[in-house]
């Protein structure tokens, strides 16, 4: 759904060059691994363990293009914007855990699910390490369109299997909007700037912005769900804020 969303837009800019193999199979491993594998493993991860430990391991994501982005793309954090990425990886693993005794209490009895979710995180930051010099080369709306179809075609065969174990959809009006919403706003549209974005900035710095994700979850359920604002949520996201507005700074500069 997502892909044939973006299929519209899919144009060849003038004067880009056209996709070597090695591109096209880039683009390729980047559906694969960042985004079917990443979402199976996210759904086996948050069944095997709880929705509070995916926030947490969320971070995961960042804090492995911060340290995989010199090794694999020669892209440095400056010490500032270390200073800053430092600020918003401790802001939203506090958000999250809610306080120290979180911890143990959440973390440790679900440890198969949270190993899921670890290799999850992973998997979604190999989408943006592979996909950072394709992207630099090419058009963000093509990469994307290609990649999520490719990621369809890596899911097929789980979808399969769970249609001939008897799992069906039910489609009711508030699960076919879902998966609209989820299709073309979350998935084409999230990707689709995510990649505009990453043509432009460098992964490392890019990932110090993931780390709103945990914030904004949490404002979401205070305002939606009625979920208890703690002093560990306006800490950790003051911290998150400090972080984000150094690195706006030091790109500033």
Request: hydrophobic share 55%; charged share 10%.
């Amino acid at each position: 759904m997502a892909s044939l969303a973006l299929s519209p837009l899919v144009r060849r800019e003038a004067g880009s060059p056209a996709p070597t193999g090695r591109d096209r199979w880039t683009v390729v491993w980047m559906g694969i691994l960042g985004f079917g594998a990443a979402f199976v493993l996210a759904n086996w991860g948050i069944a095997a363990s709880t929705a509070t430990n995916a926030a947490l391991l969320i971070v995961v994501e960042p804090v492995a293009l911060m340290l995989l982005g010199p090794a694999l793309l020669g892209e440095r954090l400056t010490a500032r914007e270390a200073v800053s990425a430092a600020l918003a990886v401790a802001g939203a693993a506090l958000v999250v855990v809610d306080g120290v005794p979180g911890v143990t209490q959440r973390l440790v009895p679900h440890w198969r699910g949270d190993l899921l979710l670890i290799l999850s995180a992973l998997a979604y930051a190999s989408y943006s390490l592979l996909g950072r010099r394709v992207l630099v080369r090419h058009e963000a709306r093509r990469v994307t369109a290609s990649s999520i179809l490719w990621g369809a075609v890596a899911m097929l065969p789980l979808a399969l299997g769970e249609w001939l174990a008897g799992q069906r959809p039910v489609w009711t009006g508030a699960a076919v909007a879902g998966t609209l919403y989820l299709g073309v706003v979350v998935t084409a549209l999230g990707y689709l700037v995510w990649n505009w974005a990453l043509r432009r900035v460098e992964a490392p710095r890019a990932a110090i912005f993931l780390c709103v994700q945990p914030a904004a979850g949490a404002g979401l359920g205070v305002g939606l769900l009625d979920e208890p604002l703690t002093v560990f949520t306006l800490v950790g996201g003051g911290l998150i804020l400090g972080g984000v507005l150094l690195a706006f700074g030091s790109a500033a500069r």
